[in-house]
């Protein structure tokens, strides 16, 4: 099982740009999340899709902020214009099922936003 | 609102010390509370993880023990290894499906040879 696929690992963009971050699940899961993690704020849930349908996006911090599931193997989060307080490890994680309780996650995208 | 809350923020133990981490919760429809892992420039992975009804659980080096009237669990990390040098997080799941977990603010422990 070749587990969370995420790209790109790291991305350094200037202040304005676009930035879309991709994530591939483990097969055959059907929850996917997408996580921030800072130092200041730990890991922050931005936003959950149960078979590929977003199930709660209260985590995602404002407008600027988008993410899509087109599909059940493919995942995008999209930031768009950035800006240097969104620089962060992103990380991409699914789950087997909506019941279940293992969550595994991908390796992350750091991102810096300069 | 933090619904599960982590302490210590970092920890130092010498090889062959106990590692003991807190967490406590309020949230009383929490009903999984699983630990993670995460190692420089990796994702967080699951170590080890406990239900309500048990009050203890013990993987190799790793024990849960859980405390259900008082709303707290810790991991105790026995004979610290330097390879256990890691952040380490709690995080609780509530029981009814398709429920998100919640996580612990991290505490990055520090085992010295």
């Known amino acids: 099982d070749a587990g969370v696929i995420q790209s790109p690992r790291h991305e350094v963009t200037e202040m304005g740009q676009e930035v879309t971050l991709r994530c591939k699940p483990i097969?055959?899961?059907?929850?996917l999340f997408w996580y921030r993690q800072t130092m200041m704020r730990g890991l922050e849930l931005l936003i959950y899709?149960?078979?590929?349908?977003?199930?709660?996006d209260s985590g995602m911090p404002e407008d600027r902020f988008s993410a899509k599931m087109p599909n059940a193997s493919f995942s995008t989060l999209k930031i768009q214009p950035s800006e240097p307080r969104d620089s962060a490890v992103y990380f991409c994680?699914?789950?087997?099922?909506?019941?279940?309780?293992?969550?595994?996650f991908g390796e992350g995208s750091w991102l810096t936003v300069v | 609102q933090q619904q599960v809350k982590q302490s210590p923020q970092s920890l130092i133990v010498q090889k062959g010390g106990i590692s003991i981490i807190n967490c406590a919760y309020e949230?009383?429809?929490?009903?999984?509370f699983p630990w993670y892992q995460q190692f420089p420039g990796k994702g967080p992975a699951l170590l080890i993880a406990?239900?309500?009804?048990?009050s203890e659980k013990k993987e190799g080096r790793f024990t849960i023990s859980f405390n259900k009237s008082a709303k707290q669990f810790s991991l105790h990390i026995m004979d610290s290894q330097p390879g256990d040098s890691a952040t380490y997080f709690c995080?609780?799941?509530?029981?009814?499906?398709?429920?998100?977990?919640?996580f612990g603010g991290g505490t990055r422990v520090l085992v010295k040879p």
């Open positions: 097969s055959g899961h059907n929850s």
């Open positions: 899709f149960n078979n590929n349908v977003p199930i709660d």
């Open positions: 949230n009383t429809a929490f009903d999984y």
């Open positions: 994680a699914s789950r087997p099922d909506s019941s279940g309780n293992t969550i595994y």
């Open positions: 995080a609780a799941l509530p029981k009814a499906a398709g429920n998100k977990l919640t």
């Open positions: 406990i239900r309500p009804d048990v």
